[in-house]
């Protein structure tokens, strides 16, 4: 009896950490979107679409490379900065002229620019899914517990902190992202000052579609990469965002980990339905509280 | 004003003869228009006329659909009370989420309702059991009379007209008025003394009672629902259509529905790439005309009479 409970216990934990790391990745990419939420406020329905680039270019890097972990770095590397320059582009080109429209508008821009985006995937990488294999110095699984953890999971534990390290540094201790943090409550205010808006507009967009070609790339080795990956991704970054409170990256990381968490326990205690617990906790918690989580910069 | 009565009964004629003149195909094709159409004006009413962002209007559409289809393959019930089960579930649907919804104001109601329609989506999408999960339900038998495509394009076209002159009657009626008054200005409605969020409330469910409505149009032509009538990317799409045409008509959401119906059908003809024409298409009506094709046809129209008045 007293092993049986140690075996459910066990599972259950390796559930958990297995469901942390997906975290990890809801994480990256719902913080990208906030970022631009809070301080650009675009709700940018193609940020999936960028995830979904970011996993092809990702793919191709490790297939040109020919696999290994020098095309797994290179491509980690390579696929953060081509959705930025991508983002770059669409920032310039289009949004920066569109900023004192109306939301709904801006919703249904993007919401069109997904659809572009969308064929341009089908266009260059055709419609077939395609899949590259987790990098060999990742192959296998860690002891936890006496069950196994796959090492790549374990690797997106820590890929997760980092990052979250990472963006508050980059918001509290460099200029740019001060700035961005007050353009985000006052964006006249700072241009009062004297300083270039739009720049810093830009630096944040492209630094939130950089996070969504991470996320990409990062669960390229663990799916089917496809078309249509970026819109399950995107309502659930949306409803992420949504429940942790426009523009808060720790209110990014709490929704994820809420979604990310709902979901692996949900499975666990009744698989067909594991799924609708994530949606079911987004309900719940903005019941209580519309306005999500933790504070917003709206 | 008469001769655009004169043009309506002209369309209505026309829509009328079309079975007669169309291949099959195209029947179908021009139901669709209608009941999409219909779909399109059901949020309108709430988005255009009631400033009420109604993200996730599809999961009306799609509990309409589901309603009947369920009713017509799960019970030995007559059929027509199947139509009737629908759009009523739909409503009711409408107005639990509408009483939770409507206490928040703009961006905060639109995100508690596209919540609350992902809730029903993703229930309805895993409920295999009952609602057949992500492959739907097919084949769903008909009554004879509806059984053929002319039956089926004859039955949505009367319940179009029907729904779409009961909702022109509400949209100038003394509470359409009151709701396009809480819509420009919800603070001063309330200081003299309307009950914005009851106005609002009926609103909604209305929408999702004619939204339903479509949806049980749906099965009837197409003798299937399935989940992805509901996705949040339709109810994006039925979005596109009121922005399309024109939120502050009537009519505009209706012929933005038909122009992207249409558009779907023909260009994925010629093209595998339809979704690029559209958003390109999109993106150029956003940045160029932000009210829309017909509304900016009935800018300029009045801006010439105005001229040479």
């Known amino acids: ?24 990745i809801l994480f990256i990419v719902s913080s990208g979107l906030t970022l631009i939420l809070g301080v650009l406020r675009i709700p940018n329905i193609a940020h999936g679409s960028l995830y979904m680039i970011g996993a092809f270019v990702a793919c191709t890097v490790i297939q040109t490379l020919g696999g290994g972990m020098p095309a797994f770095w290179a491509a980690l590397t390579v696929a953060p900065l081509a959705v930025a320059a991508l983002g770059f582009v669409l920032e310039r080109g289009f949004f920066s002229y569109l900023y004192d429209r109306e939301h ?44 196994p953890l796959p090492y790549y999971n374990l690797f997106l534990l820590l890929v997760g902190p980092v990052i979250a390290v990472f963006l508050w540094l980059v918001i509290n201790r460099t200029r740019m992202g001060k700035i961005a943090l007050a353009a985000a409550v006052d964006s006249e205010m700072v241009s009062a000052v004297g300083i270039n808006v739009g720049w810093v507009f830009a630096f944040t967009f492209v630094l939130g579609c950089a996070l969504a070609g991470l996320g990409g790339a990062l669960i390229a080795p663990m799916v089917n990469i496809s078309l249509g990956m970026d819109h399950s991704l995107i309502m659930e970054a949306f409803l992420i965002v949504i429940m942790g409170g426009l523009g808060n990256i720790w209110g990014a990381l709490l929704g994820s980990l809420i979604f990310g968490l709902t979901q692996s326990l949900g499975i666990l205690a009744w698989p067909q339905f594991g799924i609708v617990f994530p949606y079911l906790a987004v309900v719940v918690v903005l019941l209580f509280r519309p306005k999500g989580l933790l504070r917003s910069t709206w | 004003m008469n001769g655009r009565r004169a043009a309506l ?28 159409g219909l779909l399109a004006t059901s949020l309108n009413l709430a988005i255009g006329y009631g400033g009420i962002y109604q993200f996730h209007h599809a999961v009306f559409y799609g509990i309409g659909a589901y309603g009947t289809a369920l009713m017509l393959t ?23 989420m509408g009483v939770v919804c409507v206490r928040l104001s703009k961006l905060y109601f639109g995100m508690l309702q596209i919540s609350l329609g992902s809730l029903v989506w993703v229930t309805v999408y895993r409920w295999y059991s009952f609602t057949g999960g992500d492959d739907g339900i097919h084949g ?71 939204g339903g409505v479509a949806g049980t149009l749906f099965v009837v032509v197409d003798t299937s629902v399935f989940p992805d009538m509901m996705f949040w990317t339709f109810s994006l799409e039925v979005l596109i259509m009121c922005l ?16 992207i119906v249409l558009l779907r059908v023909f260009a994925s003809h010629y093209t595998s790439y339809w979704s690029l024409v559209l958003g390109v298409i999109l993106t150029l009506v956003i940045i160029f005309l932000p009210d829309g094709i017909l509304g900016y046809a009935v800018r300029r129209h009045r801006a010439g009479e105005a001229r040479s008045a």
Not at chain 1, 116 to 137: C, H, M, N, Q
Not at chain 2, 75 to 96: D, E, I, Q, R
Not at chain 2, 178 to 183: D, M, Q
Request: aromatic share 10%; glycine share 10%; with cysteine.
């Open chain 2, 9 to 36: 009964l002209l369309l209505l004629a026309v829509l009328v003869a079309l079975p007669h003149a169309l291949p099959r195909f195209y029947t179908y094709v021009a139901a669709i228009v209608l009941l999409t």
């Open chain 2, 74 to 96: 799960r019970t030995a019930l007559p059929a027509p009370l199947g139509f009737v089960v629908g759009p009523l579930a739909a409503a009711l649907l409408s107005l639990a």
């Open chain 2, 244 to 259: 399309l045409g024109g939120m502050y008509t009537f009519f505009g959401p209706f012929a933005g529905a038909a122009a």
């Open chain 2, 140 to 210: 769903i038998p008909l009554p004879d009379a509806l059984g053929s495509t002319g039956g089926a394009y004859y039955f949505t076209l009367a319940v179009t007209v029907l729904c779409l002159a009961a909702m022109r009657r509400i949209a100038a009626s003394p509470f359409g008025k009151t709701l396009e008054g809480i819509r420009d200005n919800p603070v001063r409605s309330a200081a003299v003394g309307v009950d914005v969020r009851a106005h609002q409330l009926v609103t909604l469910v209305i929408a999702g009672f004619f």
């Open chain 1, 1 to 24: 009896m007293g092993s049986l409970g140690n075996l459910a216990s066990s599972g259950t934990l390796t559930q958990i950490l297995v469901g942390l790391s997906r975290t990890t």
């Open chain 1, 104 to 147: 709904l508008m801006l919703l249904l821009l993007t919401f069109s620019f997904a659809l572009i985006l969308g064929d341009l995937v089908k266009i260059v990488w055709g419609a077939e899914y395609r899949s590259v294999t987790v990098p060999a110095f990742f192959q296998g699984s860690a002891e936890l517990f006496g069950l």
